[in-house]
């Protein structure tokens, strides 16, 4: 890196007069209007006033004028000057956040893209260009990253039930070697693999006759092979039976309403000789996801 005041170049003009006429003072005519540089008037040598950055401008051209001393009719003559910045790596990379909390489906195909990272480094040219890859984690057998472009895909087939989250260490280099490093999160996202299964195909129950509000018919029960939302189960009745009500999450069914009385005695006298049944549907309650239907009868 070139410092401030350090010589970068001297002009010479050579006089053939003699004495005070081939006196040459120099100066700088156009094309140094940002004052990066100075002109001794007297040596013709150029110094650096400012700092220079490739990566601002990478190359100045100036004219320099040289003229005598005649005071009368001074002569002058022009010479152009260029100037190249050399590139230097000034600048690391670095990441515009802390870390990547991403996620993947899982079951998704292997080389399923998950996100584009990318690393940000002050320098043009060479020392600007950047190479990705992953270093290290738990995670870094299952994902790869694109060296160019930064893009993070899957390597392996993600199973939501076996492990839910990875994290690895993503790093970027410039070509000198100056690099950053962010970690990055995937969380596998579930998907609805299973139904749910009822431990019975059907509940039988029976109801005493003088059972009020409240009385606890019975239970049924599902499981679902799913982790996480996709694996919870969530109890509907099927029809509106408006005299039972079920317990979405713990499946227990009871009597909601008494039975009106004319109903009641014909319900009752159904109890008495036949079954009443009622259809309990299980679900992740989760839109579109596997449905499960089984049957609870009632019998007085
Ligand atoms: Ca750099
Ligand atoms: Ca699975
Ligand atoms: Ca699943
Ligand atoms: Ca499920």
Redesign the pocket.
């Given at each position: 890196m070139a410092t401030i005041d350090s010589k970068v170049l001297q002009v010479i003009a050579v006089d053939m007069d003699e004495g005070v006429h081939s006196k040459v003072v120099y100066d700088i005519t156009s094309g140094n209007n940002d004052q990066k540089f100075s002109l001794n008037a007297n040596t013709g040598i150029i110094t650096i006033r400012e700092r220079l950055d490739y990566d601002t401008v990478s190359e100045y051209k100036f004219i320099v004028r040289a003229t005598d001393s005649d005071p009368t009719r001074p002569l002058s003559a022009l010479a152009s000057v260029a100037i190249k910045v050399q590139d230097e790596n000034d600048n690391a990379p670095h990441f515009p956040l802390t870390m990547y909390r991403e996620a993947i489906e899982e079951n998704s195909p292997v080389g399923t893209p998950v996100f584009m990272a990318h690393a940000i480094d002050g320098d043009r040219g060479l020392y600007g260009k950047l190479n990705y890859s992953v270093t290290e984690g738990e995670g870094k057998e299952k994902f790869r990253v694109d060296p160019e472009t930064g893009l993070v895909s899957s390597l392996v087939i993600f199973d939501y039930e076996s492990k839910n989250r990875y994290f690895f260490t993503l790093m970027a280099m410039d070509s000198g070697g100056k690099y950053a490093t962010v970690q990055v999160q995937v969380d596998i996202e579930s998907k609805?693999?299973?139904?749910?299964e009822f431990s019975q195909n059907s509940y039988h129950y029976t109801i005493p006759g003088d059972a009020s509000i409240g009385y606890l018919v019975g239970s049924v029960h599902a499981s679902?092979?799913?982790e996480g939302i996709?694996?919870?189960v969530v109890y509907q009745l099927r029809n509106s039976q408006s005299n039972f009500a079920i317990n979405t999450t713990t499946g227990a069914i009871i009597i909601k309403s008494l039975f009106h009385r004319e109903v009641s005695n014909r319900i009752r006298r159904e109890l008495r000789n036949q079954e009443l049944s009622l259809y309990v549907l299980a679900?992740?309650g989760r839109p579109n996801?596997?449905k499960q239907f089984c049957c609870g009868r009632c019998s007085g």
């Open positions: 609805d693999e299973y139904p749910p679902d092979l799913d996709d694996g919870r679900s992740s996801s596997f």
